[in-house]
């Protein structure tokens, strides 16, 4: 089984990247840096994200770039150059930097380090000498200035022989003509390219090569070329490759007519490739999807220009499908598109939403605060606890809300108490006692503690439930230990996706759910069933909170029990006193474990009943503790995951 890349594994790669990576937005306003950019600068992540790209480069640089973004970058073309940063200390260090430009107006410039490469300057000869393609290197005039030895080789020729001779002489008569033609219209423009020709060897030989040219800084051309040949033997191997893809291609010809389409695209679409071919390519988007296709086919592609860009297709049955389109030009002025299909994506960004939402959302105070302990972020539950916005609050110092010595005392004991006893100060000056974790967060690749995670509640008034609150604060400690999840405390949604992509273990799979609506709501009890249609039972999956007699009740008739009245009613049911709801399968157990109240949400999935989840708190909380709205949004992915993988 194939699985998706995760944001989270590409966040790693590029924060584990030996190269500086720095994004910006339209106007060099720094809105992300690597740790290495940090590394190479001598600037935190803090202080980068309020600094102008310029800050970073000497005035030569500066230059450079302003050039390159009126020219190169307007027009949405990627470029390499070198420059030099300046560090925190006043110090320049030589860098090449890469710089793509973002569809909102921003770039991103990938840099690397040349200060090795300068000291020793035939790092690079040596490299593309032991490279296993053919390069070729010629002035302004196009005449050679070096070639690698795989060139040579290739050619039959020393390089003695070649230096000095114009590239031309190395090509048959139909390709000469060719390079001629792309360096007259697109290399002097500083434009790459690529495509197929044929080098003539000193003994007459034709070895076909795909070529791929990009213009130097001096007006040069350099040249990699590689070896065809066996590509050519097996004429079916492009096919091959693309024809196994998990992307869906399509294929057009200079007038958007269909000439091919992999079987992901046709699987995709719900058509065969008979059912295509000849047909339009707007024939298979939406209609603001295809008038986006037209107007990038006019103002990018018929010049030669690739673009990115989201779109919908619109399937056989009518279905809208979200996809990642990669179109590029052909050279007989086709057009071949590829298609990653976003769905999956749009789930998980619709969770993290949620997420996002709930975090702000929550009733605890959740406050972040990094090494210098400013504050960094600020939800609505800190606004209300402290009162202050959170405008009023953010990169403002912790002692705003606590006191030096309360700060030290949390900071201490962090890793010997899971709950602390803390005191804060409300606007209004008035002291509050709270009930707090605070756990730290950690750059995994520098294994050091950036930043604090610090959720909080109100006990002033609350002192009997001191001991509630230390064993729930422990438990989301524990549960955070044991998943490895620090910096994303609450990423329950993404995290049951991923198990399920991972596994198809129903006990761990279940056990995770009814743990993290545990965690999500503080209940005291969770028990999930999953309805037998043949049986008309709900039989046990997982629970957690309840004793083994519970535990031992495998099956409940579905018919007259709570779960029926609320798939019936299609909403979830709220009861302050479930031991005196007598269709109650179970009252004898609910007291025998002190239970109170019930939330019971029906799991429907394609408008069918496929289970239920029945959330169980104590007296002293009453119902109070499952007003949250995201326990029943969080609630439909589980219907969805027992809807299709039990």
């Not at 360096?183 to 034709?206: A, D, M, P, V, W």
């Not at 702000?360 to 606890?385: P, R």
């Not at 700060?407 to 005191?423: S, V």
Request: hydrophobic share 35%.
């Amino acid at each position: 089984m194939r699985h998706a890349i995760t944001n989270e594994t590409y966040q790693k790669l590029v924060e584990s990247m030996n190269e500086a990576v720095w994004m910006g937005d339209k106007n060099h306003n720094t809105i992300y840096a690597n740790p290495k950019f940090c590394e190479l600068t001598g600037y935190k992540s803090v202080e980068i994200k309020k600094m102008n790209s310029y800050s970073f480069w000497d005035k030569e640089t500066i230059e450079k770039i302003k050039k390159i973004d009126a020219t190169e970058r307007k027009s949405g073309l990627s470029s390499s150059y070198e420059g030099r940063l300046l560090t925190k200390e006043g110090k320049q260090i030589p860098v090449l930097i890469s710089g793509t430009p973002l569809s909102g107006g921003g770039s991103i410039a990938i840099l690397t380090d040349l200060r090795n490469l300068k000291k020793k300057e035939d790092i690079y000869k040596r490299l593309v000498e032991h490279m296993n393609e053919a390069v070729w290197m010629g002035d302004k005039n196009e005449v050679t200035v070096y070639a690698n030895p795989k060139f040579c080789e290739l050619m039959e020729y020393s390089l003695e022989e070649m230096l000095g001779r114009k590239s031309y002489d190395f090509w048959d008569e139909k390709s000469a003509a060719r390079v001629k033609n792309v360096n007259k219209f697109k290399r002097k423009k500083g434009i790459s390219s690529t495509y197929e020709g044929k080098l003539q060897t000193k003994s007459g030989k034709k070895i076909p090569v795909f070529l791929s040219g990009t213009p130097l800084a001096d007006g040069g051309t350099i040249g990699i070329m590689t070896d065809l040949r066996d590509l050519k033997e097996q004429k079916d191997l492009y096919k091959r490759l693309v024809e196994h893809m998990n992307e869906a291609v399509w294929m057009g010809d200079k007038n958007e007519v269909t000439i091919y389409a992999n079987p992901k695209f046709c699987e995709l679409m719900e058509y065969s490739l008979e059912e295509m071919l000849g047909r339009k390519s707007y024939d298979f988007w939406d209609v603001e999807s295809a008038q986006k296709v037209k107007l990038i086919n006019q103002a990018k592609r018929k010049k030669g220009v690739s673009s990115s860009y989201e779109g919908a297709l619109l399937t056989k049955s009518g279905k809208k499908i979200p996809v990642l389109l990669s179109g590029t030009p052909l050279a007989d002025g086709g057009t071949i598109g590829i298609m990653t299909d976003l769905r999956k994506i749009k789930r998980k960004e619709e969770a993290e939403k949620i997420l996002s939402n709930a975090v702000q959302n929550s009733n605890d105070a959740i406050v972040v605060f990094n090494n210098q302990e400013e504050i960094i972020s600020w939800n609505k539950g800190a606004k209300i606890l402290f009162g202050y916005k959170k405008d009023e609050i953010i990169n403002v110092q912790l002692s705003k809300i606590f006191s030096k010595k309360e700060i030290n005392f949390a900071l201490k004991n962090i890793t010997k108490l899971k709950n602390l006893d803390l005191e804060g100060k409300h606007k209004n000056k008035k002291t509050i006692k709270i009930a707090a974790t605070v756990t730290p967060i950690y750059d995994n690749k520098k294994k050091k503690v950036f930043s604090y995670l610090l959720i909080g509640r109100d006990i002033s008034e609350q002192t009997s439930f001191e001991e509630e609150l230390a064993l729930k604060y422990q438990k989301i400690r524990e549960a955070y230990d044991k998943l490895g999840l620090v910096k994303r405390q609450t990423d329950y949604l993404l995290d049951l996706i991923e198990l399920c992509n991972e596994t198809n273990d129903k006990t761990k799979i279940a056990d995770f759910i009814v743990t993290s609506i545990i965690m999500l709501t503080q209940g005291d009890a969770c028990v999930l069933r999953k309805y037998n249609a043949k049986k008309d039972t709900l039989n046990l999956l997982s629970s957690f909170g309840v004793d083994r007699d519970w535990r031992g009740k495998a099956a409940i008739n579905f018919k007259n029990c709570l779960t029926e009245k609320a798939y019936k009613s299609k909403m979830p049911l709220r009861i302050l006193d479930v031991a005196k709801e007598h269709k109650h399968q179970s009252i004898y157990l609910v007291k025998k474990n002190n239970l109170a109240s019930l939330l019971l949400i029906p799991l429907i999935y394609k408008s069918k009943l496929v289970g239920s989840l029945s959330l169980y708190a104590d007296s002293k909380k009453k119902l109070e503790v499952f007003e949250n709205a995201f326990i029943e949004k969080y609630c439909r992915l589980v219907s969805l995951v027992l809807g299709r993988n039990f």
